[in-house]
């Protein structure tokens, strides 16, 4: 595994363990009755989130364009594997920032500073259309590692194949003296 895949596994492996943090919150959103105290641990969560110091943002944001970098990287290879696995793994990448920078950012805009004309059911609406884009992220995030996964399994398959290619495609060797009782007698 080289630097670029670490990239890529590392900040795909990041955003799942902030995604599963946030799926917390967002399964009683999402899969349980709405209740106040759910709504109102949301909030709270979700205000948390959003006022979190510049350093944590600049992470989050470092480890999207690690992300990019590593895929963008491994794509430069241009071979069968990289226009399939890695094409399709950008993709997918992308398709979450995506849905990070429409879906989330706008949400917790909403949640956290509402606008004037913003009702409490706007509030809440927002909150559970955050909880299912950070649902998506999670999808398309799993789906990167398992193309990654598929990847590396390919690879493996592949020099396994070659190298079973190669010894039925060399002569054969002679066999070694046998060691039995010709060898003792000796």
């Not at 599963?20 to 105290?37: E, R, S, V, Y």
């Not at 944590?56 to 480890?63: D, I, S």
């Not at 995506?98 to 500073?113: A, D, E, H, N």
Request: glycine share 10%.
């Amino acid at each position: 595994m080289g630097f670029r895949q670490a990239a890529v596994l590392s900040s795909v492996s990041f955003f799942l363990g902030v995604l599963f943090i946030c799926f917390n919150i967002d399964q009683k959103l999402l899969f349980q009755t709405l209740t106040d105290h759910s709504i109102a641990d949301g909030y709270q969560f979700y205000t948390t989130f959003y006022n979190a110091p510049l350093a944590v943002k600049g992470l989050m944001h470092a480890m999207i364009g690690l992300g990019v970098i590593g895929l963008v990287g491994k794509l430069h290879e241009w071979d069968e594997s990289a226009i399939f696995f890695d094409g399709s793994s950008l993709a997918l990448y992308v398709f979450g920032i995506i849905i990070y920078s429409s879906v989330t950012i706008g949400g917790l805009r909403t949640i956290v500073t509402p606008a004037e004309e913003d009702t409490e059911s706007d509030r809440i609406e927002a909150l559970r259309v955050l909880s299912a884009g950070n649902t998506l992220i999670i999808l398309c995030l799993v789906g990167v590692l398992c193309l990654q996964g598929g990847q590396e399994y390919a690879k493996r398959l592949q020099a396994k194949l070659e190298a079973k290619a190669q010894a039925e495609a060399s002569p054969q060797a002679t066999p070694a003296e046998p060691i039995g009782e010709e060898k003792k007698s000796q």
